[in-house]
């Protein structure tokens, strides 16, 4: 049976987009010592759902319209906010690809996350499910109109040129732990691609697998290289670094393990996802490691089915 390797738009684009561009940036915030009675003028005046609890410029808790309703139901509406917000909520940084909130709203089932900055910790917006909804179907409308208007025959270089074999290598340089520029490789990548009339269904499986191994080499390494070889047959990523090595390739290949400490998980990073969505996205693909000399991967997509 013919493994089915289909990625949407929406996946594709929930790569590509950050936090920050589906979140709300004008936040409706309670302070812990206020009482609940307060958020009735909250929600019939500024249509609340939701608001974090701020205290001294941190985020300390949630309180939600469910926790509002039972304080009516149980006759608690002079008991204070912080007696009733859920404490020491989970966040989202606001840099962070939104694909991270999509896996942290199926993972906790909340309704709601705050946003703050990676730096600092300020609160900057807070994110809900329809925040996302809302801006991947804008997103999706303007890219339709931008591919109208940017198709041309770049679609037909490998025809134009006349060669017995031809082929385009696009190289960036991924720098270790620097998560400000995390996915920019892997973005530019896409609309390169794009611009060379590569079909849709092609580019967003290149543009997911370029992801998780740009992500995976500012994770775990000091730095590297992103490599994609274009031909008229198929396109080959290949992802190099000299950083400390993969021990055990096959437990490495397992979904959801990741040798990534603490403080990378914090921020949303090294779920050990990477080389699974890798070899999920891709028709082939080889990994081959040595402790303490560095990693090299590379995944091949054929454009015209397997070959």
Request: net charge negative.
């Amino acid at each position: 049976m013919t493994e089915d390797r289909s990625f949407t738009k929406i996946q594709e684009l929930t790569y590509e987009l950050r936090v920050r561009d589906a979140m709300v940036a004008d936040v409706i915030t309670v302070r812990p010592k206020q009482a609940i009675h307060d958020l009735r003028d909250m929600m019939r005046d500024k249509g609340f759902s939701g608001s974090p609890v701020v205290d001294k410029g941190k985020v300390v808790g949630l309180i939600s319209i469910e926790d509002f309703i039972k304080c009516l139901a149980q006759g608690e509406m002079d008991v204070l906010i912080e007696q009733k917000m859920t404490r020491d909520p989970v966040t989202l940084y606001a840099d962070e690809p939104l694909v991270h909130a999509v896996k942290k709203f199926d993972q906790y089932g909340f309704g709601r996350f705050p946003v703050i900055e990676r730096n600092g910790r300020k609160l900057v917006g807070i994110l809900t499910k329809g925040d996302i909804i809302k801006c991947l179907l804008k997103k999706l409308e303007v890219e339709y109109h931008e591919e109208e208007i940017h198709r041309y025959r770049a679609s037909h270089i490998f025809e134009d040129i006349v060669a017995d074999k031809t082929n385009l290598v696009l190289r960036y340089d991924i720098t270790g732990k620097d998560f400000d520029r995390a996915g920019q490789a892997a973005s530019e990548l896409k609309k390169a691609l794009h611009r060379l009339g590569i079909q849709p269904e092609i580019v967003r499986r290149i543009a997911i697998a370029a992801f998780e191994a740009e992500i995976n080499i500012i994770v775990f390494t000091d730095g590297g290289q992103l490599s994609i070889s274009v031909c008229s047959e198929r396109i080959t990523i290949t992802a190099s670094d000299s950083g400390p090595g993969i021990a055990d390739i096959e437990q490495a290949m397992q979904p959801s393990f990741s040798t990534a400490p603490d403080w990378i998980r914090e921020m949303g990073f090294g779920a050990g996802m990477g080389l699974c969505n890798i070899k999920n996205c891709t028709d082939e693909m080889n990994l081959v490691s040595e402790v303490g000399k560095g990693t090299t991967l590379e995944a091949v997509v054929y454009l015209n089915g397997k070959s």
